[in-house]
T-cell receptor, first 113, second 114 residues
Framework: QKEVEQDPGPLSVPEGAIVSLNCTYS??????FMWYRQYSRKGPELLMY????GNKEDGRFTAQVDKSSKYISLFIRDSQPSDSATYLC?????????????FGKGTLLTVNP | GAVVSQHPSWVICKSGTSVKIECRSL??????MFWYRQFPKQSLMLMAT?????????EQGVEKDKFLINHASLTLSTLTVTSAHPEDSSFYIC??????????FGPGTRLTVT
């Protein structure tokens, strides 16, 4: 079992739809959770960073962490064609000294106008 | 804020030559910088972690004599691919962090070795 599981998609939705992206993990030591957006041939862009269980909202994006279920989600409201990209979840374990990111495989999202 | 640049964005070199890639944090001091490589349609693979003024820590399977990393200041890290070969062709991305947890990525450098 991989440490971080993420459905690679592809996921295709109409403009304006609510998008739900998810990752599960197996390592209880993961304490820091990030979502990145990566456009083709570009570096990943940090969208959300959370530490505790619960919800964190930023504009059209909501990140949700459930540590008891080892499950994190990213919701995108009123999705736009410009949201079309690969979304990567990433995690860092506490107690480590090098803050190594463990990535999911990424979900390819297409928002159709 | 939190802008990271990389230079060059694309480089073509001949087999056997060396290539240097620069990573700069433009508006913050990066105590830690990370170097990744990414193959098409795959996720990022961490190559090494570097702290300013210290030797880099390489991931298992990454040749430290081939991929030389220098983190000489709080805003600059360099990756030198020595004696490059076609199999080294890839997308190289750096990230930088002042806290360790929040990592900001550069735009990437596409290396093609002919």
């Amino acid at each position: 079992q991989k440490e971080v599981e993420q459905d690679p998609g592809p996921l295709s939705v109409p403009e304006g739809a609510i998008v739900s992206l998810n990752c599960t993990y197996s390592n209880s030591a993961f304490q820091y959770f990030m979502w990145y957006r990566q456009y083709s041939r570009k570096g990943p862009e940090l969208l959300m960073y959370t530490y505790s269980s619960g919800n964190k909202e930023d504009g059209r994006f909501t990140a949700q962490v459930d540590k008891s279920s080892k499950y994190i989600s990213l919701f995108i409201r009123d999705s736009q064609p410009s949201d079309s990209a690969t979304y990567l979840c990433a995690m860092i374990a506490s107690g480590g000294s090098n803050y190594k990111l463990t990535f999911g495989k990424g979900t390819l999202l297409t928002v159709n106008p | 804020g939190a802008v990271v640049s990389q230079h060059p964005s694309w480089v073509i070199c001949k087999s056997g030559t060396s290539v240097k890639i620069e990573c700069r944090s433009l508006d913050f001091q990066a105590t830690t910088m990370f170097w990744y490589r990414q193959f098409p349609k795959q996720s990022l693979m961490l190559m090494a972690t570097s702290n300013e003024g210290s030797k880099a820590t390489y991931e298992q399977g990454v040749e430290k004599d081939k991929f030389l990393i220098n983190h000489a200041s709080l805003t600059l890290s360099t990756l030198t691919v020595t004696s490059a070969h076609p199999e080294d062709s890839s997308f190289y991305i750096c990230s930088a962090s002042s806290t360790g947890q929040e990592q900001y990525f550069g735009p990437g450098t596409r290396l093609t070795v002919t």
